[in-house]
């Protein structure tokens, strides 16, 4: 049972931490991959919080289309969690892709999209 509602004060306080976070990393191209990872965070709690319910949809839709199996896969993660139909076909399309985990993410989350 998602509860996160009760810890709103939490989550704000974990917002402003991974948003230093980004800032302090983001003039290091040596640590995309880490950015990359707190974008995720940061959106996933504008997901949860419902600042923003599409948090990650845009920068997900792009990263759906890379060449590099890992960042399809983050792609995968992130679409998952967002209720809209532009993320409900990118997931279409992923459920096809060439990686076996990247399909079985996206065939997963569709699955679950299914279901009453």
Same mark, same amino acid.
């Given at each position: 049972?998602?509860?996160?509602?009760?810890?709103?004060?939490?989550?704000?306080?974990?917002?402003?931490?991974?948003?230093?976070?980004?800032?302090?990393?983001?003039?290091?191209?040596?640590?995309?991959?880490?950015?990359?990872?707190?974008?995720?965070?940061?959106? !996933?709690? =504008?997901?949860? #919080?419902?600042? *923003? %319910?599409?948090?990650?949809?845009?920068?997900?839709? $792009?990263? /759906?289309?890379?060449?590099?199996?890992?960042?399809?896969?983050?792609?995968?993660?992130?679409?998952?969690?967002?209720?809209?139909?532009?993320?409900? !076909?990118? =997931?279409?399309? #992923?459920?096809? *892709? %060439?990686?076996?985990?990247?399909?079985?993410?996206? $065939?997963? /989350?569709?699955?679950?999209?299914?279901?009453?």
């Amino acid at each position: 049972m998602d509860r996160s509602d009760q810890f709103a004060q939490f989550y704000l306080r974990q917002l402003d931490i991974v948003r230093d976070q980004i800032a302090a990393i983001l003039p290091d191209p040596d640590r995309a991959e880490d950015v990359s990872c707190l974008v995720i965070e940061r959106d !996933k709690i =504008l997901r949860q #919080l419902a600042i *923003d %319910r599409q948090a990650g949809l845009t920068v997900a839709l $792009e990263w /759906a289309k890379s060449i590099d199996p890992k960042v399809r896969e983050r792609a995968a993660l992130v679409l998952a969690d967002i209720a809209d139909p532009l993320a409900s !076909k990118a =997931l279409e399309t #992923l459920q096809h *892709d %060439r990686t076996s985990y990247v399909s079985h993410i996206a $065939e997963e /989350a569709l699955r679950a999209r299914r279901k009453p």
